[in-house]
C-alpha cells in the first residue's frame, strides 16, 4: 500500500463523543502479543494496565483530559495567576471556524481525576482546515496547578520551535486518553491514560505521519479519543512537544496524523507569554547531582568453608543487606560477582536497588577485602 494512498480515503478524527471515562492507546499486534495478550478474539487478556506505568512519567505529567467538545487530551503549557493555557486539537474545541471564540465551558483534569482548570474558555484558532493547522489553545480559569511526585508544580514542558523535518522523522513518544485497542482485535480497554512508542515514518502536506509497524520498536499510534495529545522527541536532551494528534486511520493500518507545533510557534507565542520553547532548555538552572546515602553499615558476610583452599572464597548467604550471588563460588581472579544493595536518594527519602560489581583481592597476610565501587566491605 502506497504511504500517501490512505490520505485520499476517509480519515477520522480522534475527538472521542461518548460520555464515558476516555482511554488510549493503539499498539500493533506483535506488541500485544509480547505484552501478554492473545489474538483469539474468545481469549481476552487486558493488557492495558502494562501502557500505563510510564503514562504518568515526570515528562509526561502536563498530557491531561480535555473535556470541552466531547472528550480529547491536551498539554498544559503553564498558568499565570488566573488562567492555565491547554495545548490541544482545533477540532477539540467551539468555534474552530473562527481565529477566536469565547463561550464553551472547559474542564482539563490530571490522570488521578484532580481538575487544573474548568470554566468559560478563550479558544484560539489557526482557521481550522486540516491536519496541517489543526492546533488550538484554551486559556482556561484555574482551579489548581499540576503537581510532581513531591507535591512541586511541574516544570512547564518544552515546545519545538524549528521546524526541521529530518528532525522529525524520528522516533516519537505518544501519549494521550484515547480508546485502547490492537491493530486485529480494534477497541479492548475503557480505562487509564496510557503510553506508547513511535515513529513519525513521513511529512506530507505539513502533516506529520506516524505508523507502527509489526515487531519493530515502533508499535504505538494514536486512537479515538487521543486528539490534542502532544508527540515528544527528544531535543538537547530534553523531551519536547513537537506535534499535536489529529486523525487515525481505523485500527488495521496502525496511522495517525499529527500538527507540527513548530509550523505555528510564531502564533503559539502570541497566544501563550509564557511558552518555553527549545530555546529556553539552555536557560534552565543546572540540577543538583543527587545525593545517595549507603542505608546499611552491615558487612557482607563471606565464610571461607574451605579456608586451605587457595584462590576461591565462598558466599554465604546470612543476616546481610545485600541480594545475590546465587552461585556459592565468587568469580576470581579476572571476572567480577554481581550483587545489589538498597540506597535511600537523600531528598525524597526514595528507595533504589542499585547492582554493585565486586572482585575478590587476596593479599598476603591472608585478609581478604572486597572493594565495590568505592565501598569496601570486609570479610568476617
Not at 501502557?51 to 472528550?71: D, M, P, T
Not at 487521543?226 to 522527541?233: M, R
Not at 597476610?365 to 566491605?377: E, K, S, W
Amino acid at each position: 500500500m502506497n504511504s500517501y494512498h490512505f490520505l485520499s480515503r476517509y480519515i477520522c478524527c480522534l475527538t472521542l463523543l461518548f460520555s464515558t471515562s476516555a482511554f488510549s492507546l493503539g499498539i500493533n499486534d506483535s506488541k500485544y502479543i509480547e505484552l501478554g495478550g492473545s489474538l483469539d478474539p474468545s481469549v481476552f487478556n487486558n493488557v492495558s494496565s502494562v501502557l500505563e506505568q510510564n503514562a504518568n512519567a515526570e515528562q509526561l505529567r502536563s498530557v491531561g483530559l480535555v473535556i470541552g467538545s466531547g472528550y480529547c487530551s491536551g498539554t498544559w503549557l503553564g498558568s499565570d495567576d488566573s488562567h492555565s493555557y491547554i495545548l490541544t486539537a482545533a477540532h477539540c474545541l467551539s468555534g474552530s471556524d473562527s481565529t477566536e471564540y469565547s463561550g464553551q465551558y472547559v474542564t482539563f483534569k490530571q490522570q488521578d481525576g484532580t481538575i487544573i482548570a474548568a470554566g468559560i474558555s478563550t479558544n484560539y484558532f489557526r482557521t481550522f482546515t486540516g491536519c496541517s493547522d489543526d492546533i488550538a489553545v484554551a486559556k482556561i480559569p484555574k482551579v489548581s496547578d499540576p503537581l510532581d511526585a513531591n507535591g512541586d508544580v511541574i516544570k512547564q514542558p518544552f515546545v519545538d520551535n524549528n521546524l526541521n523535518t529530518d528532525l522529525l522523522l524520528n522516533p516519537a513518544i505518544l501519549t494521550g486518553f484515547g480508546i485502547f485497542g490492537s491493530r486485529s482485535l480494534g477497541q479492548l480497554a475503557y480505562i487509564g491514560k496510557r503510553h506508547g512508542e513511535g515513529h513519525i515514518r513521513n511529512y506530507y502536506q505539513d502533516c506529520l505521519i506516524n505508523q507502527a509497524i509489526e515487531d519493530t520498536d515502533s508499535w504505538a499510534f494514536a486512537s479515538p479519543g487521543d486528539s490534542g495529545s502532544a508527540i515528544w522527541q527528544q531535543r538537547n536532551e530534553h523531551p519536547v512537544a513537537v506535534g499535536i494528534s489529529s486523525w487515525w486511520y481505523g485500527w488495521q493500518y496502525g496511522y495517525s496524523g499529527h500538527t507540527p507545533i513548530a509550523l505555528h510557534i510564531d502564533w503559539l507565542k502570541e497566544i501563550v507569554p509564557i511558552l518555553k520553547t527549545v530555546d529556553d532548555i539552555e536557560d534552565e538552572p543546572p540540577i543538583d547531582e543527587a545525593v545517595w546515602l549507603l542505608t546499611h553499615e552491615v558487612p557482607v558476610e563471606t565464610d571461607p568453608l574451605e579456608q586451605d583452599l587457595r584462590g576461591s572464597v565462598y558466599y554465604v548467604k546470612g543476616d546481610n543487606v545485600v541480594s545475590g550471588p546465587t552461585r556459592f563460588i565468587w568469580r576470581y581472579p579476572r571476572k567480577v560477582t554481581k550483587f545489589s544493595v538498597v540506597l535511600t536518594q537523600k531528598e525524597n527519602n526514595t528507595e533504589h536497588e542499585v547492582w554493585l560489581r565486586g572482585q575478590r583481592k587476596t593479599h598476603c597476610a591472608g585478609d581478604v577485602l572486597i572493594t565495590v565501587h568505592g565501598v569496601t566491605l570486609r570479610q568476617t
